[in-house]
């Protein structure tokens, strides 16, 4: 009786290890892929969902990429005289790695952002001037700041260190839920306390001078995000290490990694604007209910609509920016508020008045970019000598006399400003953006997933904005889509996944 019992149980193993053997351990664990994904918006981050999702779900299932304006969104760039330049998202940090593989999967140049000599300005003087003479700069800082840059440096590479995990976890698969739960696996508590704190608290409390504060990190988060140092410092740190060497940007511009990302994820672009957004029951061509999410959307004046098994949203939602609404939820998505810096990029060729700054002569005067203290009462935040995209060396001034430079302000300039800060000009081009969040701890980050199959990218602004954060948030999102698609929850929130991944290797 035993011994038939074990017999059949032992044919009935072959006859599954058989069937199996023909494929079915692949399948169970996969479900079909969907049908269709819809993203929207074709910034850095709606693009290079498009890529990881195409690596993820392969080449059958059709995604829509959605877009308004351009493809590129503040990624873009401004032509004076016939030469384009940055006027929104410009350097890459030499660590940023999925921007780094981006590049080199699509077989673009990179140019290395050219130096030049840093000053700033408090409103009456120049409180720090950098030397040409790399010992002198060191020296300077010292005498100045005591070792307090060095250790300043030795913050922000062990903030980066614990920041570099990620690659690590991406490249294994792993996807979290909330960008609370992905931050915490980097740097656990440290990096969630970084997003509730302001960064002068966070480095008066480390020791850092007034001093050192006002006239050195003051002036680089006003460049970089245009705000005091009331920023959680999460992204204090980011805008830090924008200060490292090494950094860089694409050859031709930056905005060529989002078309070229879009042509080779073979999505299909749709030049419209997405409206509404709403959950249905819809009979597949299989013949079963099933739910998916009706997107509607405007091109022209033509109001047009489509279905998606999956959808991610890859831009900032508030009425200002994207404007979405997403109808009959139960519960209603939230709407998040958050509230974006205003920024204006300005580029004018012309000849600086430096007696402004600085009472050196004209022909002394060799600071190629000056920022600005907070209390500085200066109408800009920043001005500094740009090259165009496709300017392999340092800066020349064009053909006449005069340097492109690039000004970053709170509001536009008047006439009266820019000839304020110049001798003469002749060109004047400008661009004002809705840039970046206006930070504010304690920060409570929107979530991942706004309902079932319906994923947000730009919650991770919360923590920083940058080009590599939205391509975090991109790969994270192509992960967590896929994973919840087929059930896969042991690749999702795994705690200690540092620690898991040290040993395996
Ligand atoms: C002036 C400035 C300087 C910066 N400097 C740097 C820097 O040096 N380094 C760095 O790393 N980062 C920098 N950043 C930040 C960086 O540019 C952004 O974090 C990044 O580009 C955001 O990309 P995204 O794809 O998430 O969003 P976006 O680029 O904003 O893309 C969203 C897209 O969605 C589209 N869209 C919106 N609503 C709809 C709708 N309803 N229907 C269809 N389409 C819609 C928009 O048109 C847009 O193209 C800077 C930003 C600015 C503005
Ligand atoms: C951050 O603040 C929030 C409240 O805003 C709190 O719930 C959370 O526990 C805090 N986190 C840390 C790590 O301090
Ligand atoms: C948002 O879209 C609605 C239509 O859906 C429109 O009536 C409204 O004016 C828009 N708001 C903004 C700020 O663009
Ligand atoms: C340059 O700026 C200084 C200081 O603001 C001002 O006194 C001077 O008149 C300016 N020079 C010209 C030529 O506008």
Redesign the pocket.
């Given at each position: 009786m035993g011994l038939v019992a074990g017999e059949l149980v032992s044919s009935l193993l072959g006859l599954w290890l058989l069937l199996c053997s023909w494929g079915c351990l692949g399948s169970a664990e996969l479900r079909a892929p969907p049908d269709k994904i819809a993203i929207i918006g074709a910034g850095i981050g709606g693009t290079s969902a498009a890529y990881y999702l195409r690596q993820k779900f392969g080449k059958d299932v059709k995604i829509d990429l959605f877009e308004r304006g351009e493809v590129g969104g503040r990624l873009a760039t401004m032509t004076v005289r016939g030469q384009e330049y940055e006027a929104g998202g410009s350097v890459i940090h030499p660590l940023n790695l999925h921007m780094k593989r981006f590049v080199k999967d699509l077989g673009l140049s990179t140019i290395q952002s050219s130096g030049g000599l840093m000053g700033v300005y408090n409103g009456e003087t120049l409180v720090f001037e950098e030397s040409s003479w790399f010992i002198v700069n060191m020296i300077k800082l010292i005498w100045q700041y005591g070792f307090q840059s060095l250790r300043m440096h030795m913050w922000v590479e062990d903030i980066l260190d614990k920041f570099m995990r990620i690659y690590r976890y991406q490249s294994h698969d792993y996807a979290f839920s909330s960008v609370e739960k992905l931050l915490h696996s980097l740097g656990g508590?440290e990096f969630?306390?970084m997003?509730?704190r302001t960064l002068l608290e966070t480095l008066q409390k480390a020791g850092f001078s007034e001093k050192f504060l006002n006239e050195i990190v003051a002036p680089v988060m006003r460049v970089n995000y245009g705000q005091s140092m009331n920023i959680n410092g999460f992204v204090g740190a980011v805008s830090l290490s924008g200060a490292d060497s090494g950094l860089w940007a694409v050859e031709g511009g930056n905005k060529l990694v989002c078309s070229g990302l879009l042509q080779a994820s073979k999505s299909n672009l749709i030049s419209g604007s997405v409206m509404y957004i709403e959950e249905k029951t819809r009979t597949k061509h299989t013949g079963n209910p099933t739910k998916m999410y009706e997107v509607i959307y405007q091109i022209g004046s033509e109001t047009r609509s489509d279905f998606y098994d999956i959808v991610l949203v890859a831009t900032p939602l508030n009425r200002k920016m994207s404007n979405i609404t997403f109808l009959n939820f139960d519960p209603p998505i939230e709407e998040f508020h958050q509230y974006y810096q205003h920024i204006v990029t300005t580029l004018i060729k012309g000849q600086l008045n430096s007696t402004l700054f600085s009472s050196r002569a004209l022909d002394k005067f060799d600071l190629s970019t000056i920022l600005t203290t907070d209390n500085s009462d200066l109408f800009i935040n920043s001005i500094g000598i740009v090259s165009s995209v496709t300017e392999k060396d340092n800066p020349q001034p064009l053909t006449d006399r005069g340097y492109v430079w690039k000004i970053f302000s709170q509001e536009i300039l008047t006439k009266e400003q820019i000839l304020k800060l110049f001798l003469s000009y002749d060109y004047a081009v400008k661009q004002p953006w809705l840039a970046y969040p206006h930070y504010k701890p304690?920060e409570?980050c929107p979530s991942i997933i706004l309902h079932d199959r319906l994923y947000y990218l730009n919650g991770i602004e919360c923590a920083a904005s940058a080009m590599e954060m939205s391509a975090i948030a991109a790969h994270n999102a192509a992960l967590l889509a896929y994973h919840r698609w087929n059930g896969h929850t042991d690749m999702i929130d795994q705690e200690d996944l540092y620690e898991k991944l040290k040993t395996e290797l």
């Open positions: 508590d969630l306390g997003l509730n304690p409570k």
